[in-house]
Protein backbone atom coordinates (compact mmCIF):
# COMPACT_ATOMS: atom_id res chain seq x y z
CA UNK A 1 0.00 0.00 0.00
CA UNK A 2 1.61 3.40 -1.28
CA UNK A 3 1.90 6.41 1.32
CA UNK A 4 0.50 8.74 -0.85
CA UNK A 5 -1.95 8.40 -3.53
CA UNK A 6 0.28 9.31 -7.28
CA UNK A 7 -0.56 9.31 -10.80
CA UNK A 8 -3.77 7.38 -10.50
CA UNK A 9 -6.45 10.45 -11.60
CA UNK A 10 -5.94 9.76 -15.14
CA UNK A 11 -6.01 5.70 -14.81
CA UNK A 12 -8.99 5.57 -12.86
CA UNK A 13 -11.00 8.17 -15.03
CA UNK A 14 -12.67 6.19 -17.87
CA UNK A 15 -16.07 6.09 -19.33
CA UNK A 16 -16.80 2.92 -17.74
CA UNK A 17 -15.86 3.56 -14.25
CA UNK A 18 -17.87 6.19 -14.02
CA UNK A 19 -21.07 4.53 -15.77
CA UNK A 20 -20.56 2.03 -12.60
CA UNK A 21 -20.75 5.19 -10.73
CA UNK A 22 -23.80 5.99 -12.20
CA UNK A 23 -25.53 3.01 -11.35
CA UNK A 24 -24.40 2.90 -7.97
CA UNK A 25 -25.50 6.50 -7.66
CA UNK A 26 -29.04 5.73 -9.13
CA UNK A 27 -29.65 2.82 -6.68
CA UNK A 28 -32.86 3.28 -4.97
CA UNK A 29 -33.48 6.28 -7.30
CA UNK A 30 -34.37 5.00 -10.42
CA UNK A 31 -37.93 7.27 -10.48
CA UNK A 32 -36.37 10.41 -9.48
CA UNK A 33 -36.88 12.94 -11.91
CA UNK A 34 -33.33 14.18 -12.29
CA UNK A 35 -32.20 10.22 -12.90
CA UNK A 36 -34.86 9.59 -15.42
CA UNK A 37 -33.18 13.35 -17.37
CA UNK A 38 -29.67 11.80 -17.20
CA UNK A 39 -30.79 8.51 -18.03
CA UNK A 40 -32.31 10.03 -21.48
CA UNK A 41 -29.48 10.99 -23.51
CA UNK A 42 -26.54 8.40 -20.75
CA UNK A 43 -24.21 7.97 -23.15
CA UNK A 44 -23.32 11.67 -24.00
CA UNK A 45 -23.77 13.14 -20.14
CA UNK A 46 -21.46 10.62 -18.63
CA UNK A 47 -19.42 11.55 -21.74
CA UNK A 48 -19.58 15.48 -20.66
CA UNK A 49 -18.78 14.50 -17.26
CA UNK A 50 -15.70 12.42 -18.07
CA UNK A 51 -14.46 15.71 -20.60
CA UNK A 52 -15.17 17.96 -17.83
CA UNK A 53 -13.01 15.83 -15.12
CA UNK A 54 -10.54 15.14 -17.60
CA UNK A 55 -10.04 18.79 -18.60
CA UNK A 56 -10.13 20.22 -15.11
CA UNK A 57 -13.39 22.49 -16.15
CA UNK A 58 -15.74 20.22 -13.71
CA UNK A 59 -17.39 22.55 -11.29
CA UNK A 60 -20.00 21.44 -8.74
CA UNK A 61 -23.62 22.19 -8.72
CA UNK A 62 -25.36 24.23 -6.48
CA UNK A 63 -26.82 22.84 -3.32
CA UNK A 64 -30.37 22.24 -2.33
CA UNK A 65 -30.71 22.46 1.34
CA UNK A 66 -33.93 20.90 3.65
CA UNK A 67 -34.28 19.98 7.20
CA UNK A 68 -34.60 16.52 9.21
CA UNK A 69 -35.79 16.60 12.37
CA UNK A 70 -35.02 13.04 13.54
CA UNK A 71 -33.38 11.53 15.58
CA UNK A 72 -32.75 15.00 15.99
CA UNK A 73 -33.04 18.67 13.65
CA UNK A 74 -30.78 18.85 10.82
CA UNK A 75 -29.81 20.80 7.67
CA UNK A 76 -29.15 18.47 4.88
CA UNK A 77 -27.70 19.62 1.72
CA UNK A 78 -28.17 17.95 -1.35
CA UNK A 79 -26.08 18.25 -4.56
CA UNK A 80 -27.28 17.69 -7.97
CA UNK A 81 -27.33 13.96 -9.66
CA UNK A 82 -24.48 14.41 -11.74
CA UNK A 83 -22.12 15.50 -8.97
CA UNK A 84 -23.29 12.93 -6.60
CA UNK A 85 -22.00 10.48 -9.53
CA UNK A 86 -18.49 12.26 -9.09
CA UNK A 87 -18.31 11.60 -5.71
CA UNK A 88 -19.35 7.73 -5.87
CA UNK A 89 -16.55 7.56 -8.42
CA UNK A 90 -14.40 9.76 -6.21
CA UNK A 91 -15.04 7.52 -2.90
CA UNK A 92 -14.62 4.38 -4.52
CA UNK A 93 -11.65 4.72 -6.95
CA UNK A 94 -9.40 6.46 -4.24
CA UNK A 95 -10.69 6.69 -0.98
CA UNK A 96 -11.99 3.19 -0.15
CA UNK A 97 -9.06 1.42 -1.98
CA UNK A 98 -5.94 3.74 -0.79
CA UNK A 99 -7.42 5.65 2.47
CA UNK A 100 -9.84 3.37 4.45
CA UNK A 101 -7.21 0.81 4.80
CA UNK A 102 -5.08 2.73 7.15
CA UNK A 103 -8.02 3.48 9.43
CA UNK A 104 -7.43 1.47 13.00
CA UNK A 105 -10.02 -1.28 13.57
CA UNK A 106 -11.70 0.79 16.19
CA UNK A 107 -13.79 2.92 13.88
CA UNK A 108 -17.26 1.62 12.72
CA UNK A 109 -19.21 4.46 11.07
CA UNK A 110 -19.62 4.15 6.99
CA UNK A 111 -17.47 1.18 6.02
CA UNK A 112 -18.21 -1.74 4.90
CA UNK A 113 -18.89 -5.02 7.01
CA UNK A 114 -19.59 -2.49 9.77
CA UNK A 115 -22.29 -0.15 11.15
CA UNK A 116 -23.68 0.59 14.39
CA UNK A 117 -24.70 -3.47 15.30
CA UNK A 118 -20.92 -4.35 14.85
CA UNK A 119 -20.04 -1.19 16.66
CA UNK A 120 -22.09 -2.30 19.55
CA UNK A 121 -21.33 -6.43 19.28
CA UNK A 122 -17.97 -5.36 19.61
CA UNK A 123 -18.19 -2.95 22.47
CA UNK A 124 -20.16 -5.34 24.48
CA UNK A 125 -16.95 -7.61 23.96
CA UNK A 126 -14.48 -5.29 24.90
CA UNK A 127 -17.03 -4.52 28.07
CA UNK A 128 -16.64 -8.39 28.96
CA UNK A 129 -12.80 -8.61 28.43
CA UNK A 130 -12.19 -5.54 30.95
CA UNK A 131 -14.88 -6.98 33.46
CA UNK A 132 -12.60 -9.79 33.36
CA UNK A 133 -9.11 -8.11 34.19
CA UNK A 134 -11.06 -5.26 36.31
CA UNK A 135 -14.48 -5.72 37.40
CA UNK A 136 -14.34 -1.90 38.92
CA UNK A 137 -12.93 -0.15 36.04
CA UNK A 138 -14.20 2.95 34.07
CA UNK A 139 -16.14 4.31 31.10
CA UNK A 140 -14.62 7.19 28.93
CA UNK A 141 -18.28 8.27 26.75
CA UNK A 142 -17.24 11.11 24.49
CA UNK A 143 -19.22 13.39 21.77
CA UNK A 144 -18.22 15.84 19.75
CA UNK A 145 -19.54 19.64 19.60
CA UNK A 146 -21.85 20.04 16.40
CA UNK A 147 -19.05 18.05 14.47
CA UNK A 148 -19.99 18.20 10.83
CA UNK A 149 -19.94 21.83 11.58
CA UNK A 150 -17.17 22.58 12.91
CA UNK A 151 -14.28 20.80 10.76
CA UNK A 152 -11.60 22.87 9.59
CA UNK A 153 -11.74 23.13 5.81
CA UNK A 154 -8.11 24.30 5.56
CA UNK A 155 -7.15 21.41 8.54
CA UNK A 156 -9.13 18.72 6.32
CA UNK A 157 -7.49 19.40 3.18
CA UNK A 158 -4.05 19.57 4.64
CA UNK A 159 -4.99 16.54 6.06
CA UNK A 160 -6.12 14.94 2.71
CA UNK A 161 -2.63 16.88 1.11
CA UNK A 162 -1.05 14.25 3.63
CA UNK A 163 -2.73 11.20 1.27
CA UNK A 164 -2.62 12.55 -2.09
CA UNK A 165 -0.14 13.79 -4.24
CA UNK A 166 -1.93 13.35 -7.53
CA UNK A 167 -2.26 17.35 -8.73
CA UNK A 168 -5.60 16.38 -10.30
CA UNK A 169 -7.17 14.71 -7.96
CA UNK A 170 -5.99 16.88 -5.04
CA UNK A 171 -7.69 19.50 -7.34
CA UNK A 172 -11.09 17.66 -7.04
CA UNK A 173 -10.22 17.03 -3.42
CA UNK A 174 -10.01 21.00 -3.13
CA UNK A 175 -13.27 21.84 -4.92
CA UNK A 176 -15.35 18.56 -2.87
CA UNK A 177 -13.91 20.48 0.63
CA UNK A 178 -13.73 24.49 -0.27
CA UNK A 179 -17.48 24.29 -1.43
CA UNK A 180 -18.15 27.41 0.18
CA UNK A 181 -16.76 30.38 1.51
CA UNK A 182 -17.40 29.09 5.40
CA UNK A 183 -13.69 28.25 7.36
CA UNK A 184 -15.62 25.42 8.93
CA UNK A 185 -18.47 22.86 8.57
CA UNK A 186 -19.03 19.83 5.51
CA UNK A 187 -22.38 19.49 4.10
CA UNK A 188 -24.28 16.70 5.82
CA UNK A 189 -25.83 14.51 3.27
CA UNK A 190 -22.64 14.35 0.77
CA UNK A 191 -21.20 11.05 0.12
CA UNK A 192 -17.80 12.86 0.44
CA UNK A 193 -18.64 14.02 3.91
CA UNK A 194 -19.28 10.85 5.67
CA UNK A 195 -15.77 10.00 4.67
CA UNK A 196 -14.35 13.07 4.87
CA UNK A 197 -15.50 13.08 8.47
CA UNK A 198 -13.89 10.12 9.24
CA UNK A 199 -10.63 10.84 7.55
CA UNK A 200 -10.37 14.10 10.03
CA UNK A 201 -10.75 11.75 12.94
CA UNK A 202 -8.59 9.34 12.48
CA UNK A 203 -5.79 11.37 13.85
CA UNK A 204 -7.74 11.03 16.86
CA UNK A 205 -7.94 7.37 17.04
CA UNK A 206 -4.23 6.47 16.10
CA UNK A 207 -3.65 9.40 19.14
CA UNK A 208 -5.15 6.76 21.27
CA UNK A 209 -4.45 3.66 19.88
CA UNK A 210 -0.50 4.08 19.00
CA UNK A 211 0.33 6.82 21.67
CA UNK A 212 -2.14 6.34 24.72
CA UNK A 213 -2.42 2.43 24.26
CA UNK A 214 -5.76 2.88 25.52
CA UNK A 215 -6.83 -1.34 24.06
CA UNK A 216 -10.49 -1.09 24.51
CA UNK A 217 -11.55 1.82 22.14
CA UNK A 218 -14.71 2.01 19.80
CA UNK A 219 -15.36 4.67 17.47
CA UNK A 220 -18.92 5.50 15.41
CA UNK A 221 -18.34 9.07 13.84
CA UNK A 222 -17.89 11.67 16.30
CA UNK A 223 -19.29 9.40 19.49
CA UNK A 224 -16.59 6.87 20.80
CA UNK A 225 -16.03 4.85 23.88
CA UNK A 226 -12.65 3.93 26.28
CA UNK A 227 -12.74 1.62 28.60
CA UNK A 228 -9.86 2.30 31.08
CA UNK A 229 -8.97 1.03 34.26
CA UNK A 230 -9.85 3.93 37.07
CA UNK A 231 -10.86 7.22 37.29
CA UNK A 232 -7.65 8.49 37.59
CA UNK A 233 -6.98 7.19 34.20
CA UNK A 234 -10.12 8.23 32.80
CA UNK A 235 -9.30 12.11 34.15
CA UNK A 236 -5.95 11.98 32.22
CA UNK A 237 -6.91 10.40 29.24
CA UNK A 238 -9.28 13.01 28.64
CA UNK A 239 -7.73 15.97 29.44
CA UNK A 240 -5.07 14.52 26.72
CA UNK A 241 -8.38 14.33 23.91
CA UNK A 242 -9.74 17.34 24.79
CA UNK A 243 -5.86 19.25 24.35
CA UNK A 244 -5.67 17.26 21.01
CA UNK A 245 -8.50 17.87 19.75
CA UNK A 246 -8.11 21.45 20.38
CA UNK A 247 -4.68 22.12 18.89
CA UNK A 248 -4.68 19.58 16.36
CA UNK A 249 -8.32 19.45 14.90
CA UNK A 250 -9.74 22.64 15.82
CA UNK A 251 -12.76 20.84 17.55
CA UNK A 252 -14.08 20.61 21.08
CA UNK A 253 -15.94 17.86 23.37
CA UNK A 254 -19.76 19.12 24.15
CA UNK A 255 -20.91 18.48 27.46
CA UNK A 256 -22.27 14.84 27.28
CA UNK A 257 -18.59 13.79 27.36
CA UNK A 258 -17.79 12.02 31.10
CA UNK A 259 -16.40 9.16 32.64
CA UNK A 260 -18.11 7.09 34.91
CA UNK A 261 -18.44 3.50 36.85
CA UNK A 262 -18.90 0.96 34.09
CA UNK A 263 -22.33 -0.63 36.30
CA UNK A 264 -24.06 2.29 34.46
CA UNK A 265 -23.42 0.89 31.48
CA UNK A 266 -23.22 2.70 28.21
CA UNK A 267 -25.44 4.36 26.02
CA UNK A 268 -24.24 4.18 22.20
CA UNK A 269 -25.29 3.70 18.81
CA UNK A 270 -28.97 3.80 20.06
CA UNK A 271 -28.59 1.00 22.31
CA UNK A 272 -28.08 1.03 26.22
CA UNK A 273 -25.00 -1.57 26.55
CA UNK A 274 -24.01 -3.53 29.71
CA UNK A 275 -21.53 -6.43 29.45
CA UNK A 276 -24.51 -8.88 30.45
CA UNK A 277 -27.07 -7.59 27.95
CA UNK A 278 -28.38 -4.88 25.66
CA UNK A 279 -31.50 -2.67 25.88
CA UNK A 280 -32.77 -0.17 23.51
CA UNK A 281 -32.58 3.38 24.92
CA UNK A 282 -35.40 4.84 26.74
CA UNK A 283 -36.58 7.65 23.99
CA UNK A 284 -36.78 4.81 21.16
CA UNK A 285 -39.41 2.91 23.02
CA UNK A 286 -41.26 6.53 23.94
CA UNK A 287 -40.97 7.02 19.94
CA UNK A 288 -42.32 3.88 18.95
CA UNK A 289 -44.97 4.04 21.33
CA UNK A 290 -46.26 7.96 20.15
CA UNK A 291 -46.42 6.32 16.58
CA UNK A 292 -48.27 2.85 17.43
CA UNK A 293 -50.85 5.39 19.13
CA UNK A 294 -50.99 7.10 15.59
CA UNK A 295 -51.63 4.11 13.29
CA UNK A 296 -54.29 2.88 15.57
CA UNK A 297 -56.51 5.91 15.28
CA UNK A 298 -55.39 5.89 11.54
CA UNK A 299 -56.53 2.33 11.22
CA UNK A 300 -59.83 3.46 13.24
CA UNK A 301 -59.98 5.70 10.64
CA UNK A 302 -59.43 3.24 7.79
CA UNK A 303 -56.80 6.01 6.48
CA UNK A 304 -53.58 3.52 7.41
CA UNK A 305 -51.43 3.47 4.79
CA UNK A 306 -50.25 -0.42 5.95
CA UNK A 307 -47.37 -0.26 3.18
CA UNK A 308 -45.61 2.82 4.94
CA UNK A 309 -46.56 1.52 8.22
CA UNK A 310 -44.56 -2.19 7.73
CA UNK A 311 -41.74 -0.17 6.65
CA UNK A 312 -41.66 1.79 9.51
CA UNK A 313 -42.27 -1.20 12.08
CA UNK A 314 -39.94 -3.79 10.17
CA UNK A 315 -37.48 -1.28 11.07
CA UNK A 316 -37.84 -0.70 14.61
CA UNK A 317 -38.18 -4.25 14.86
CA UNK A 318 -35.04 -5.10 12.85
CA UNK A 319 -33.49 -2.37 15.73
CA UNK A 320 -35.01 -3.63 18.42
CA UNK A 321 -33.93 -7.34 17.64
CA UNK A 322 -29.82 -7.06 18.43
CA UNK A 323 -30.49 -5.89 21.69
CA UNK A 324 -32.60 -8.42 24.77
CA UNK A 325 -36.01 -6.82 24.08
CA UNK A 326 -38.15 -10.34 23.45
CA UNK A 327 -40.76 -9.57 26.55
CA UNK A 328 -40.30 -5.45 25.38
CA UNK A 329 -41.34 -5.83 21.89
CA UNK A 330 -44.27 -8.51 22.58
CA UNK A 331 -45.73 -5.84 24.85
CA UNK A 332 -45.82 -3.06 22.02
CA UNK A 333 -47.59 -6.02 19.62
CA UNK A 334 -49.68 -6.12 22.19
CA UNK A 335 -50.90 -2.12 22.07
CA UNK A 336 -51.29 -2.37 18.12
CA UNK A 337 -54.85 -2.79 17.75
CA UNK A 338 -54.73 -4.59 14.26
CA UNK A 339 -51.94 -6.87 15.28
CA UNK A 340 -53.57 -10.23 13.47
CA UNK A 341 -52.83 -8.47 10.14
CA UNK A 342 -48.94 -8.47 11.04
Known sequence: MCKSIKKQFCNKL????????????????????????????????????????KNGTYKMGKYREFTIYEPKERIIKALPYV?????????????????????????????????????????????????????????????????????????????????ISDKKLLQLTEIFIFDNNDVKGIPIGNYTSQFFANIYLDKLDHLIKDKLRVKYYVRYMDDFVLLLNNKEEAKQILKEITEFLEKKLDLELNKKTRYYPNKLGIDFCGYKIYDTHIKIRKRSIVKIKRKIKVWNNLYAQDKLDFHNFLLCFNSFKGHIKHGNCYNLYNKLVSTIDFKELL
Open 14 to 53: TYLKLLEAHDRAKQGKTNKKEVILFEMDLETNVMNLYRNL
Open 83 to 163: DRIVHQWYIEEFIKPFIVPKFVTSSFACLENKGTHAAVKTLQKYMRLMKKKNPDYYVLKCDIKKYFYTINKNFLFNIMKSY
